[in-house]
């Protein structure tokens, strides 16, 4: 039995890296997937806002943005600084691809 979490990934690497290189390459499929499927129907369609300190937030990204604020926080008090670091990079993706998800939405209307 493998004494450390960091110990039983490196170990068995060639099983995590397939599986994170699979859900990354999910992750850009469907995000440009819908770029193909065109609908006879348009409606106007808003993302849910919330307002934090006078500043109007997507909810989405803001619940994702705390819950990656608490992986962090529960990695770096667990002495575990360089699988926080790589894995707080990893887990930031999908925050990344939220916040330019609505810029690019708020740049094109929908008619």
């Known amino acids: ?4 979490i960091v110990q039983f990934i490196l170990e068995n690497i060639w099983v995590f890296l397939p599986l994170g290189a699979a859900g990354i390459l999910a992750t850009v499929v469907l995000f440009f997937l819908p770029r193909h499927a065109a609908s006879s129907k348009y409606k106007e369609v808003q993302p849910d806002y919330i307002t ?3 500043r109007r937030m997507n909810a989405y990204v803001v619940v994702y943005l705390i819950i990656w604020i608490m992986i ?3 990695g770096l ?3 575990f600084l360089i699988p926080t670091i790589i894995g707080g990079i990893i887990a930031a993706v999908p925050l ?3 916040i330019l998800l609505e810029y690019k939405t708020n740049k094109s209307k929908v008619s």
Not at 1 to 4: A, C, S
């Open 96 to 98: 990344i691809i939220l």
């Open 72 to 74: 962090i926080l529960i």
């Open 1 to 4: 039995m493998e004494k450390t």
């Open 52 to 54: 934090i300190f006078n």
């Open 77 to 79: 008090l667990s002495d």
